[in-house]
């Protein structure tokens, strides 16, 4: 098992043509086209009821299109369960946290890491050496990818008796034990004070750098222009812009989409500044 780094190529990662989806006579997502390149951090924001989320949940398989095409290099993912997705290289995290609570931190990641194993059920039965050189290593990348958000030192503990921001960590952690090509994040930030904030930004950081590419949702405009390379709009289940974060920040039509919203996460895309 090796780390997720792939060389940069020309044709993107991940292609989104002409998406649509609709929910009765509601039309949540309306001819969204979006490449996301190898390598870096994308973001694609937006109010709430944008459609964000549902970009998601159509990539990750949980929804059928009602429209269009979403492509992983270069393969139509239309039809497939998540599961199989989730083999191809593509890995999330939700919004809302969802982890075996009762169990530990290190049983958490290997269960991530299962999806990666080639023993058969009698390897598993008999314990043969093929399973248990497997579990051994299964185990080991456990242990590191537990190392790279701090929580090596922790890994007996049941995942219960984590900290809110902690347990984000250990969510992330286990998206990347499945060796994702693409770690798509959903709202990564939420619920988080601002210590928390920082501390998973600087995870995301030393992530990226590792080679990953990284897809995230996110409301809170100071985390997303302080990570993203690169920003999309969505509005009323259209796309409105894409740039840097400078473009974003000073585009009119995206001004507008925000304007009224005061709160901290939400702040005036004026004040995000990194």
């Known amino acids: 098992m090796t780390d997720a780094r792939q060389a940069p190529e020309a044709a993107p990662l991940l292609r989104l043509a002409a998406l649509s989806r609709d929910f009765g006579g509601l039309k949540v997502l309306q001819d969204v086209n979006l490449d996301i390149p190898r390598g870096g951090i994308f973001g694609l924001i ?20 009602t429209g269009g095409r979403i492509e992983f290099e270069g393969r139509a993912l239309a039809g497939l369960a998540p599961h199989q997705i989730t083999r191809l290289g593509l890995a999330r995290t939700f919004q809302n946290i969802r982890l075996f609570k009762e169990m530990t931190l290190l049983d958490n990641v ?8 080639h023993y058969r059920f009698h390897d598993l039965v008999f314990g043969t050496p093929r399973f248990r050189s497997q579990e051994r290593q299964a185990r080991e990348r456990a242990r590191e990818l537990l190392s790279w958000v701090g929580l090596d030192t922790r890994l007996n503990d049941r995942a219960d008796n984590l900290s809110y921001g902690d347990q984000r960590k250990l969510e992330l952690a286990r998206a990347l034990a499945s060796e994702p090509k693409l770690l798509l994040l959903d709202e990564p930030v939420a619920g988080m004070n601002g210590r928390e904030k920082a501390e998973l930004m600087d995870e995301v950081r030393r992530i990226s750098a590792r080679g990953y590419t990284i897809f995230m949702i996110e409301h809170d405009m100071r985390f997303v222009m302080g990570l993203c390379q690169d920003i999309a709009v969505l509005n009323f289940g259209r796309i409105i812009a894409r740039g840097t974060p400078d473009v974003i920040r000073n585009n009119a039509e995206v001004i507008e989409a925000y304007l009224g919203r005061e709160d901290e996460d939400d702040a005036p895309l004026q004040g995000a500044r990194r």
């Open 46 to 65: 937006g109010p709430n009821g944008a459609g964000k989320t549902t970009v998601f949940n159509l990539i990750t398989g949980l929804l059928p299109p």
């Open 110 to 117: 290997m269960a991530g890491l299962h999806a990666q194993l």
